[in-house]
Nanobody
Framework: QVQLVESGGGLVQAGDSLRLSCAAS????????MGWFRQAPGKDREFVAG????????SYGGSVEGRFTISRDNYKNTVYLEMNSLEPEDTAVYYC????????????????????WGQGTQVTVSS
């Protein structure tokens, strides 16, 4: 059974930084691409960032590129999302996600959707 547990959310001010973590179990982490999504009240779930399992290739949603960085530690079975220059528009519940094992194509939601999700962690950015 796949378990993804996010942590690191909280209340910060605009311009601050925050790092989210996602600890994975029950999944072959080393051969699974991982991603972060977010959902703000009244809005659809949005792709934030993804990282491949093979060469740590990364991709980002347009609204966060240049401010957020996704990374992974295969020894700790953990994926991270470093968020800098946070804006009130970044306020959302952030979800960790795992893609199908050995999937190595584009992580764009146009091509693939995760198969496992965490419970989410709230990030609130005040102005």
């Amino acid at each position: 059974q796949v378990q993804l547990v996010e942590s690191g959310g909280g209340l910060v001010q605009a311009g601050d930084s925050l790092r989210l973590s996602c600890a994975a179990s029950g999944v072959t982490f080393q051969t699974s691409a991982m991603g972060w999504f977010r959902q703000a009240p009244g809005k659809d779930r949005e792709f934030v960032a993804g990282i491949s399992w093979s060469f740590d290739e990364t991709s980002y949603g347009g609204s966060v590129e240049g401010r957020f960085t996704i990374s992974r530690d295969n020894y700790k079975n953990t994926v991270y999302l470093e968020m800098n220059s946070l804006e009130p528009e970044d306020t959302a519940v952030y979800y960790c996600a795992a893609y199908p094992p050995y999937y190595s194509g584009s992580l764009s939601p146009d091509y693939v959707f995760p198969t496992s999700w965490g419970q989410g962690t709230q990030v609130t950015v005040s102005s």
